[in-house]
Each structure stands twice: as structure tokens, then as C-alpha cells.
């Protein structure tokens, strides 16, 4: 007779799921065992083309030469495919077990990503005769060539007085949907045209694994402007382009799935792909960032979470809805079945840190790095820890990709305040890593000046592993920081919506009290460290305001300036690519 153990699950009857999480480069997939959510094993897949910024790779495009404007960002939906064949067999492998014993699987996306396609779901890019067309591709959540669209969303919604743009923290990000639909119709309305529908990439590759089409509440709710059951009017979509009247209805509104619901089950041909049982549960979409708050036990109001990797989200659960200022939105559901869910980022964290080691760090550091059987970030790090707060006489701005929160623009860019000749690359990396934390702090204090209080920070994504950084946000928030002890948060969230839409648990609270991770590293904020960077923080706060709220445009003229010279100097290139075509041939 099989004996029930204390978490009510049979003994020698292990069921599990699958987790996978598509980042930015790569997806990856996790094996969880259901009844307490231990990780058995993993897989990772690198996409093949990575982020298409400056042309179209030769392998999809028919020619291979069709030329990017700035701030464009790309992928191929094909590499997310390649995931469920890669990354979950490998997976499967990994942990050792019966596939026969996966019960459900779930997936994850960055957001907001975004796929036009066909009633069938097929990509436009693969279709005959699109495949040069830039805006036929996939729009990373970090394409922000759709600016100018996003500047007349925010403007005419403002003039009108739109009940929903309050909800959003006050502005309406470029990297979001209707910004993004826009610039397509307005840039290639052929393409446009042949577009049936404007899908999340997190609600696509559901589809790949099931059949249906289901939009999930978490992306139409932030990234689609959804709000008490309603998107935009007809009439405000026809006042910025008569052609965008009929957007919601003819491209984007469809079903919406709740969160951890399951949105069908898996087809036989994603079984093919994944090595997993046909028809078990395949649950509703969701993002990469709320979808971690349940793995690091995090579903209660004021707590916290911040993934941190190329860039940093921030997600919480709250109990009242309060409008905060440039935040990213607030959802009914969000998060969770019964809570506002609250949304903030910041568009370069990791990303900064690397543009940094890349092109600013000259080569005798990374020689020395090698030397010391070290990498360029962990040697940079032992030197920076090694000084006093405000030693290096630095105050930088994290705006490398523009500023998500709090205001929500994008135009801005980075500066560093203070170089001397004496400055070491060892200062400039220390600045950066605590201007990405004044970023934080800037919107923790927006919560609370807003009736939000935050009561805790957790930090799940790669850069945990950086014990300064931890410190260094401890001391700047002022929070005591734990860390997800689980080195794949995204994933292991997914599972444990992959086990609610399977049925092993009543909700998604329940799940991420079995399922979820304990918390790793833990770090008190310092007394003096809080203090020192007091002092330091009041200075962010200036050159924040300063430049970040209209005393200084400097940064907008910058960018307008960087575009016209790249507009002219194309345009030269093509009058010689024109002239050498006819060059010799008879009038």
C-alpha cells in the first residue's frame, strides 16, 4: 500500500513540470518536482540570432543587407521554437526522470515583445515576400524606435483626460503594444495589413504549445493598456491615425486567461518537439518578472521583488490601488488572483555593467583579470570593494537604455559627473553599480510617497551572485535584501503556474508555499554605509531632476541631432548605391 506523506502527496508516485524562461539571449527550461518544487535539472539554448539591431541576418532575410534604423530591436521567432526543441529535451535529460511523469508545462517571456502574425499564428517574417521587411520580425521589449508614437499616445491622453493613463504611472512606454502597433502601421502598412493578429510573444509560443490563442492577463493588463475590462476607444485610436480605429478589435483584443489557468494542452506536434507526454497542461502566458514573485515566496502585499539582469523589474502585490507616478501600471490580478499587482523597471542594469567592461576597461585590467584566474566583473568588483563610499568623487545616471521609471523616457541617456584624470575604471564601475541602485531607490520611495509601502526587497536574476551590489542596494534603500535562493526564478515560477494549471493545486498562493525557494544570501543595511549614501543619493536626485524633468533638454536635442545625422548619412550611401546601378548605362 503506497503510505501519503505530510504534503499529501502519494509516495513513489512523483509527478513533475516544466518550467521555461525566455530571457533576452536565450531560454531556458527547468524540471520541478511538483510536490515541493526541488529542481531536478536543466537545459539551456542559446538563440541563434540573438538581437537583430543593425541589419537582417542573411539566413532569414532574402538578401541579408535590409539596414536598421537606431533603437531598433529585433529577434527571429523561430530561435523560441528552437527552445522547446533544445532547451526542454536537455532539461528532461538533466534531471534523469520518465517523461510519462510530467504532468504540465508553462513558459515565461520578456515583455513587451511582440509578434505579428497570421490567423494560424505564423509569423509574418516566414511568410513568401516578407522575409526583408524589418517590421515583419518580432519587436524586442527593447526596441524603442517607436518614441515619437508613444510621445502622441501619452500627449493626446493626457488633452482628453484618458482614465487609464493614470493607472500607468502618468506616460505610456515606446516598448509597449500600442506604441509598437502604431509605428508598424505607420512604417509598413502593408505589412499591417497582412497582419490578422498583434500577439505577445509570451501568448505565441503558448500557442506553438497548444493550439489555442489565449492573451494573458498579466501583458494585456501592463503592456496592452487593459484596464476594469476595456482597452482604449475607438475614438482615441482614430484620433492618432484614422487607419489605428479598429486596432483592438481587428488586431489585438481576443480571450484572456487568468493567471495560472490552463490555456489548453499540449498538441502532438509540441510534443514532438519537447519529448513530453501529449495533452498535458499548458498554462496561460505570462512574464518574466511577475512570474518570479511566486517562486521567491513573494505573493503577500509590500513585498518586493526585483529581477535583476540586463535590466531590472520590479514587481509587488498590494491591497489598495494607488496611481504612483511613473510606474509601469498597476493590474487587477496582475500578480496574483485577488491583489493589485504593481509594476516598475529600470531599461539598464546588467546591460550597463557590460557596455562598460566591453569598451571601457583598457586591456591591462582584463589581462590582470585573466592573471588572477578572475573575470572582468568579479576582478572589478574587488577593487571597487575596497574603497569608501564616495572615494571616487562620481555621480552617475542610469540611463544607458533611457528610463523606464520614473519618467518613463526613453530619450534619456547616461551621464557621469566628476571625472578626473585620476579616475580608474575600478570608480566608474563602482558609480555605475550605485546608480543603478539610486534608480531603485528612486522608485521604492515613489511606492511609499504614493501609499504603497514596501516592508521588503528580495533580488532574484543573475546579479545576485554580486555580493558589493546586494550590499550596496541594502545600504542605498535603506531595506534589508534576501536574495531567491533558486539560480532559475523565472523557470521555477513558471512551474509552479504549469502545476496549478494542471490541477495540483487549488491557486497560485498555495503552489508558492510548497513550490517556492527558500531565500539565499541576506544583507542588514550598514548604519554608516546608509548615511554616507544619503548624501550621495540627494546629488542623484538633482542631476535626476535636472535632467530627467525639462531644466535641461540637452539629452532630447542630443538624440534628435544623432538621428538626423544618421538619416543624412544614409541617405548619401543610397544616392552612391543609385549612382553606381546606373553608372554606364545608356540614357
Keep these: 500500500m503506497q503510505s501519503v506523506d505530510d504534503t499529501g502527496f502519494t509516495a513513489g508516485s512523483e509527478n513533475y513540470v516544466i518550467g521555461v524562461d525566455y530571457g533576452t539571449l536565450s531560454g531556458r527550461a527547468v524540471v520541478v518536482r511538483v510536490r515541493d518544487g526541488k529542481e531536478l535539472g536543466s537545459g539551456v539554448f542559446d538563440y541563434p540570432h540573438a538581437v537583430v539591431t543593425e541589419a537582417l541576418p542573411a539566413d532569414v532575410a532574402d538578401d541579408g543587407v535590409a539596414r536598421l534604423p537606431g533603437e531598433w530591436a529585433l529577434q527571429v521567432p523561430n530561435d523560441y521554437r528552437d527552445v522547446l526543441r533544445h532547451a526542454v529535451p536537455a532539461a528532461i535529460e538533466d534531471a534523469g526522470i520518465d517523461p510519462s511523469a510530467v504532468?504540465?508545462?508553462?513558459?515565461?517571456?520578456?515583455?513587451?515583445?511582440?509578434?505579428?502574425?497570421?490567423?494560424?499564428?505564423?509569423?509574418?517574417?516566414e511568410l513568401p515576400g516578407?522575409?526583408?521587411?524589418?517590421?515583419?520580425?518580432?519587436?524586442?521589449?527593447?526596441?524603442?524606435?517607436?518614441q515619437g508614437q508613444a510621445d502622441r499616445i501619452n500627449a493626446l491622453a493626457a488633452e482628453l483626460g484618458e482614465t487609464w493613463l493614470p493607472r500607468y504611472g502618468g506616460l505610456i512606454s515606446s516598448e509597449w503594444e500600442f506604441?509598437?502597433?502604431?509605428?508598424?502601421?505607420?512604417?509598413?502598412?502593408?505589412?499591417?495589413?497582412?497582419?490578422?493578429?498583434?500577439?505577445?510573444?509570451?501568448?505565441?509560443?503558448?500557442?506553438?504549445?497548444?493550439?489555442?490563442?489565449?492573451r494573458n492577463a498579466c501583458t494585456a493588463g501592463y503592456k496592452g493598456i487593459y484596464q476594469d475590462g476595456n482597452y482604449p476607444s475607438e475614438k482615441f485610436l482614430a484620433a492618432l491615425n484614422p487607419q489605428f480605429r479598429d486596432f483592438v478589435s481587428a488586431k489585438l483584443e481576443h480571450t484572456i486567461g487568468r493567471l495560472g489557468d490552463a490555456?489548453?494542452?499540449?498538441?502532438?506536434?509540441?510534443?514532438?518537439?519537447?519529448?513530453?507526454?501529449?495533452?498535458?497542461?499548458?498554462?496561460?502566458?505570462?512574464?518574466?518578472?511577475?512570474?518570479?514573485?511566486?517562486?521567491?515566496k513573494a505573493v503577500e502585499p509590500g513585498q518586493l521583488v526585483a529581477i535583476m539582469g540586463t535590466s531590472t523589474c520590479h514587481v509587488m502585490n498590494g491591497d489598495v490601488l494607488r496611481e504612483v507616478p511613473g510606474m509601469c501600471g498597476v493590474v487587477d490580478g496582475g500578480i496574483v488572483e485577488g491583489l493589485w499587482g504593481y509594476e516598475a523597471g529600470q531599461s539598464g542594469v546588467g546591460d550597463i555593467f557590460g557596455w562598460f567592461t566591453k569598451y571601457g576597461v583598457p586591456p591591462e585590467y582584463h589581462q590582470a583579470a585573466a592573471a588572477a584566474d578572475l573575470g572582468i566583473h568579479e576582478y572589478l568588483t574587488e577593487l571597487a570593494s575596497k574603497q569608501a563610499i564616495g572615494e571616487h568623487g562620481l555621480i552617475a545616471l542610469d540611463w544607458h537604455s533611457g528610463n523606464r521609471s520614473v519618467l518613463v523616457d526613453h530619450e534619456l541617456s547616461g551621464v557621469v559627473v566628476g571625472q578626473t584624470l585620476a579616475t580608474r575604471p575600478e570608480d566608474l564601475y563602482r558609480a555605475l553599480l550605485e546608480a543603478t541602485a539610486f534608480g531603485t531607490r528612486t522608485i521604492v520611495d515613489a511606492f511609499r510617497d504614493s501609499g504603497v509601502p514596501v516592508k521588503e526587497f528580495i533580488v532574484a536574476g543573475g546579479l545576485l551572485k554580486n555580493k558589493l551590489l546586494m550590499q550596496i542596494y541594502a545600504d542605498i534603500t535603506g531595506l534589508q535584501l534576501s536574495t531567491?535562493?533558486?539560480a532559475q526564478g523565472p523557470a521555477l515560477g513558471s512551474a509552479i503556474h504549469a502545476a496549478v494549471a494542471a490541477g495540483k493545486y487549488a491557486d497560485i498562493r498555495a503552489a508558492a508555499a510548497a513550490m517556492g525557494s527558500a531565500p539565499g544570501g541576506v544583507?542588514?543595511?550598514?548604519?554608516?554605509?546608509?548615511?554616507?549614501y544619503e548624501e550621495l543619493f540627494r546629488e542623484y536626485r538633482t542631476l535626476h531632476d535636472y535632467f530627467g524633468r525639462g531644466t535641461n533638454e540637452v539629452m532630447?536635442?542630443?538624440?534628435?541631432?544623432?538621428?538626423?545625422?544618421?538619416?543624412?548619412?544614409?541617405?548619401?550611401k543610397s544616392m552612391q548605391a543609385r549612382a553606381l546601378l546606373t553608372e554606364g548605362v545608356p540614357a
Design 263 to 296: 490555456a489548453g494542452f499540449l498538441t502532438a506536434e509540441a510534443a514532438a518537439w519537447t519529448g513530453l507526454p501529449e495533452g498535458i497542461a499548458v498554462a496561460v502566458g505570462n512574464v518574466d518578472a511577475h512570474v518570479t514573485a511566486p517562486a521567491a
Design 556 to 572: 532630447h536635442r542630443l538624440k534628435a541631432l544623432q538621428r538626423k545625422a544618421a538619416s543624412q548619412r544614409n541617405d548619401a
Design 523 to 532: 544583507y542588514t543595511p550598514i548604519p554608516e554605509n546608509v548615511a554616507a
Design 484 to 486: 531567491i535562493g533558486s
Design 130 to 146: 516578407f522575409a526583408n521587411r524589418p517590421h515583419a520580425y518580432v519587436k524586442l521589449w527593447r526596441h524603442h524606435a517607436a
Design 103 to 125: 504532468v504540465g508545462i508553462a513558459t515565461d517571456f520578456t515583455a513587451c515583445t511582440m509578434v505579428p502574425v497570421k490567423a494560424d499564428g505564423t509569423p509574418l517574417n
Design 179 to 214: 506604441a509598437k502597433g502604431l509605428q508598424l502601421l505607420e512604417e509598413d502598412p502593408e505589412a499591417y495589413a497582412e497582419m490578422d493578429h498583434w500577439v505577445e510573444a509570451a501568448d505565441w509560443i503558448v500557442w506553438q504549445l497548444c493550439g489555442n490563442y489565449v
